[in-house]
């Protein structure tokens, strides 16, 4: 049985990990990121300061978010697996396939929208060009994003000047393209939970478009998905359009950046 610590177990994020980790038979130290309030030691979730004692023993901590004890991982042996947003960037992410390597220390977490284009070959065969747009939603910011878009949504509902914060953007009611990166556009969306990748396919020379079977983690559906849609599902939903000749078509992904991008790698990183 793996011993595993979560530091940020009240986070979303934490409090995800901690409920999928403990399904599959895991011993899980649920840990705050600093001294607890009254309020969170009488929550629905009994998580316990963070202190380095506590991981004495233990195969690998995750972090869900920042511990406020700088010294908490020192000379600590384990595994230590970095989900945060602002992830260590001197960290390698994780692989794309298979569990832990036995030489690896430390991985950081890998962009979900990473992993979608790292499977499109295993979608879709004959694929030649690739464009698209990334409707992204808060939910890759955990906590974070989610209270951003509340608290900037009741002030506009209000009249009132929304707080920028937490996102560091105005997004209630708002849609917010970035600046392209080279095929693909990122459109920040007001919602919670649910990124949709539409993506507009062509063939390479030659050959045309086909739909692959489903690998793990993927399934496909009768018609494009919503961001509601995937704001549920653990799986990666995807929906192929082909054009009349079969050398173009429309592919629409959908995935929660937290039960799709975050939970199903940690599971099988950690040979879950």
């Known amino acids: 049985m793996l011993k595993l610590a979560v530091v940020g177990a009240q986070t979303l994020l934490g409090r995800e990990l901690v409920q999928c980790l403990e399904s599959r038979d895991c011993s899980v130290l649920p840990l705050a990121t600093g001294p607890l309030s009254r309020d969170e030691e009488e929550g629905d979730l009994v998580v316990f300061a963070p202190e380095p004692v506590l991981l004495e023993g233990l195969d690998t901590v995750i972090l869900a978010d920042t511990p406020q004890r700088e010294d908490l991982l020192a000379g600590f042996p384990g595994g230590v697996l970095d989900l945060r947003f602002n992830a260590d960037p001197k960290l390698d992410p994780l692989p794309l396939a298979g569990a832990w390597p036995k030489q690896a220390k430390a991985f950081k977490g890998r962009p979900a929208l990473d992993q979608v284009l790292a499977l499109l070959p295993s979608l879709v065969d004959g694929l030649g060009n690739v464009a698209g ?25 209000n009249g009132e000047e929304p707080p ?9 009611f708002e849609l917010v393209p970035q600046t392209p990166r080279g095929n693909m556009i990122e459109v920040r969306v007001p919602s919670f939970h649910g990124d949709l990748l539409i993506l507009h396919l062509g063939s390479s020379e030659g050959n045309a ?33 082909l054009g009349s000749d079969g050398r173009s078509g429309v592919l629409t992904l959908g995935y929660d ?8 790698p940690t599971l099988r990183i950690l040979g879950l």
Request: proline share 5%.
């Open 164 to 172: 920028m914060e937490k996102l560091g953007y105005r997004a209630a």
């Open 209 to 241: 478009l086909t739909r692959k079977a489903a690998p793990a983690g993927v399934q496909w559906a009768e018609q494009p998905p919503s961001s509601r849609d995937v704001a549920v599902s653990a799986n990666l939903l995807a929906h192929l359009a």
């Open 257 to 264: 950046p937290i039960l799709w991008g975050t939970l199903q």
């Open 133 to 157: 747009t990334h409707l992204r939603s808060v939910a890759y910011l955990g906590d974070r994003g989610l209270d951003g878009l509340m608290e900037q949504t009741l002030a506009v509902l």
